[in-house]
């Protein structure tokens, strides 16, 4: 007999999540990169030349881009954030799936990217941004400098972000055509570390790794923190620098009628009588 496939890691603790969540929202939640996410999700869609009739927000925190499109497209369904990674959404019965700041947290990607794709009726298009890249690479190095002299090692702080390289390969995977994937870098400033800290609080984006450190962090290490990452990414007026990667990805269910790349080998012309011809 086969072996089953491997199931996904689970990276993160999806039930603490949810509670970090629900308190940003009680808080007050911190909403400017979700704002700028929705923006560009209403600008992109207005590029592509189609209209879409039955859409799917997954996961995304909030009711903003559920609001925004339903200025726009007949039928909306907000899939609300779950502790399980099944969508539960029909196959080929949508035609739009979007999702803004979510996919970040999710333990299997590819998964959850395979179940959009089956949702979605041929030709029909998925729009996600995620965070990715370099994103609060500033804070990670400083906690990890910290720990390293005030502790000895450094624990697992801030979660790992996958790349557009990454993406791009996930998407193909999953069973979309035309992949696409960009990234739009925002560089914020604050006071200090913990302004910084106190604003991924309010997004309900703090640690939650499954294998995070479960003990309070010593006073002596946070003030060292603060005190690297002052050292290392201020600028002149004494603010600090926040890095946040929005990773763009989009794909679209296969059809007939989508361009398709040639066949190694069918080509008509051959490239180097092309280069002959050039430098004639």
Same mark, same amino acid.
């Given at each position: 007999? *086969?072996?089953?496939?491997?199931?996904?890691?689970?990276?993160?603790?999806?039930? %603490?999540?949810?509670?970090?969540?629900?308190?940003?929202?009680?808080? =007050?939640?911190?909403?400017?990169?979700?704002?700028?996410?929705?923006?560009?999700?209403?600008?992109?869609?207005?590029? +592509?030349? /189609?209209?879409?009739?039955?859409?799917?927000?997954? @996961? #995304?925190?909030?009711?903003?881009?559920?609001?925004?499109?339903?200025?726009?497209? *007949? &039928?909306?369904?907000?899939?609300?954030?779950?502790?399980?990674?099944?969508? =539960?959404? *029909?196959?080929?019965?949508?035609?739009?799936?979007?999702?803004?700041?979510?996919?970040?947290?999710?333990?299997?990607?590819?998964?959850?990217?395979?179940?959009?794709?089956?949702?979605?009726?041929?030709?029909?298009?998925?729009? *996600?941004?995620?965070?990715?890249?370099? !994103?609060? !690479?500033?804070?990670?190095?400083?906690?990890?400098?910290?720990?390293?002299?005030?502790?000895?090692?450094?624990?697992? /702080? +801030?979660?790992?972000?996958?790349?557009?390289?990454?993406? =791009?390969?996930?998407?193909?995977?999953?069973?979309?055509?035309?992949?696409? !994937?960009? +990234?739009?870098?925002?560089?914020?400033?604050?006071?200090?570390?913990? &302004?910084?800290?106190?604003?991924?609080?309010?997004?309900?984006? !703090?640690?939650?790794?499954?294998?995070?450190?479960?003990?309070?962090?010593?006073?002596? #290490?946070?003030?060292?923190?603060?005190?690297?990452?002052?050292?290392?990414?201020?600028?002149?007026? =004494?603010?600090?620098?926040?890095?946040?990667?929005? +990773? @763009?990805?989009?794909? @679209?269910?296969?059809?007939?009628?989508?361009? $398709?790349?040639?066949?190694?080998?069918? &080509?008509?012309?051959?490239?180097?009588? &092309?280069?002959?011809? %050039? $430098?004639?």
């Amino acid at each position: 007999m *086969a072996a089953p496939p491997p199931s996904a890691p689970i990276l993160f603790d999806r039930a %603490v999540l949810g509670a970090r969540l629900a308190r940003a929202r009680r808080e =007050g939640a911190a909403t400017f990169l979700l704002d700028r996410a929705t923006e560009d999700m209403m600008d992109r869609l207005l590029a +592509v030349s /189609r209209s879409f009739s039955a859409a799917a927000d997954v @996961w #995304t925190p909030g009711s903003g881009l559920a609001d925004a499109l339903h200025g726009r497209i *007949a &039928a909306v369904d907000a899939i609300g954030f779950s502790e399980v990674e099944s969508l =539960g959404l *029909a196959p080929e019965s949508r035609d739009l799936v979007v999702s803004a700041l979510a996919f970040q947290f999710v333990n299997d990607l590819p998964g959850v990217l395979a179940q959009i794709c089956r949702a979605l009726k041929p030709d029909g298009l998925l729009l *996600a941004a995620m965070l990715g890249g370099d !994103t609060l !690479t500033e804070l990670r190095q400083s906690f990890a400098a910290a720990e390293a002299e005030c502790e000895g090692g450094a624990s697992p /702080r +801030v979660a790992p972000f996958a790349d557009l390289r990454d993406i =791009g390969a996930l998407l193909q995977r999953a069973g979309f055509a035309l992949p696409v !994937t960009d +990234v739009d870098r925002v560089v914020v400033r604050y006071a200090s570390a913990f &302004a910084l800290m106190a604003d991924l609080r309010r997004m309900g984006a !703090t640690n939650v790794l499954r294998e995070r450190r479960h003990t309070l962090t010593r006073r002596a #290490t946070m003030l060292r923190m603060a005190q690297i990452y002052g050292e290392r990414f201020a600028d002149s007026d =004494g603010r600090i620098r926040a890095t946040f990667d929005i +990773v @763009w990805l989009s794909g @679209w269910a296969p059809h007939e009628s989508q361009p $398709k790349p040639l066949k190694p080998g069918s &080509a008509k012309a051959s490239l180097e009588a &092309a280069v002959k011809q %050039v $430098k004639r």
